[in-house]
């Protein structure tokens, strides 16, 4: 893949690394790629970062056409620039673009595509304490016709933006409430895909959540609103009697990057991981007994997030004292420290950019 490049004339002023936020700011340039049924992926650029050009009958806007992915920029101690598995995020992307009838981009092209706009931008990562150079790469339909049908045009891009801590709380419990009226996604749909349709129709549920006091929610199954699926962005685990229950990958829930980094490693110290339906009952009832010991979410932008509290039906229990769990913290911190460099990477999950 040629990528042609142009650059800004005038560099932005970089924001303060000490009030990031999340997604606030972007950076100067931005990865463009076209696709045309027939001539396939073309005119692969990086520009300056601006406004794009939308007929307003673009398929996208009246049909929710559209894919994307969350991934993260770290840069060592040592100058080195590096991404964290990103194969795992073009393959997931394939998959959703395959679910909602896209043309698939091959991984070695999104991942060079990703790879040079990062290396441009590399002087926004950020090395503050918990921060990084988040990376949004997403892909719509483009063609300008009103009818429900496949489109023969299409858009890639992706843009980049340095983030610090996804919640307020930071690496701090949060309050989770169950949500029992809404659903996320049923077996069948597009829960699986990273898709902008899934989030758009979760945010009642959030904004509901949010008005009664908790950070999050936590989704149950569409089919009988008995069995948990995900917290709202993540994934979620459970520490129960010593052992490490989450959903399943079903067709329902997301397949997270760091949801399988967290097993691989958790099955290396020797736990058992147990990726079955887990009632919310049964959760509630481990909650009160003392058995539910630790719960975390596992997700890109909040790598893991620990759960201080689950609320169901006006019933509440408290986990581990609302304190972050010893497990949790190590899982954070192993994470983490492989991929800012501070930690030996075993598993050769990171990229680094040249």
Known sequence: MNISIEKVSQLKTKPDEGN?????????????MDYETGK???????????PISMDPASMVLH???EVFEGMKAYKTKDGKVQLFRPDMNAKRMQKSCERLCMPQISVEDFVNAVAAVVKLDQDWIPTAPGTSLYIRPFMYGNESMIGVQIPNHYKFMVILSPVGSLYPEGVNPVKIYVEEEYVRATKGGTGFTKCGGNYAASLIAQEKAHKLGYTQVLWLDGAERKYVEEVGTMNVMFKIDNEIWTAPLDGSILDGVTRNSCIQILKDW?????????????????GKNGKLEEAFGTGTAA??????????????????????????????????????????DTYNWTVEVK
């Not at 991981?273 to 009952?281: A, C, G, K, L, T």
């Not at 006006?314 to 991929?339: M, W």
């Open 63 to 65: 049909y929710a056409q």
């Open 270 to 286: 020797g736990y058992k991981v147990r990726e079955e339906p887990i009632s919310i009952d049964f959760l509630m009832e481990s």
């Open 303 to 344: 790598v893991i997030s620990p759960v201080g509290s689950l609320t169901y039906k006006s019933d509440t229990v408290e986990i581990n004292n609302f304190k972050t769990g010893e497990l949790t913290q190590k899982l954070y911190d192993t994470l983490t420290g492989i991929q800012w460099g501070d930690k030996e």
């Open 40 to 50: 396939g992926w073309h005119n692969a650029q990086i520009i300056p970062y601006g």
């Open 20 to 32: 990031l936020g999340f997604g606030k700011h972007l950076t100067d340039h931005m990865f463009t």
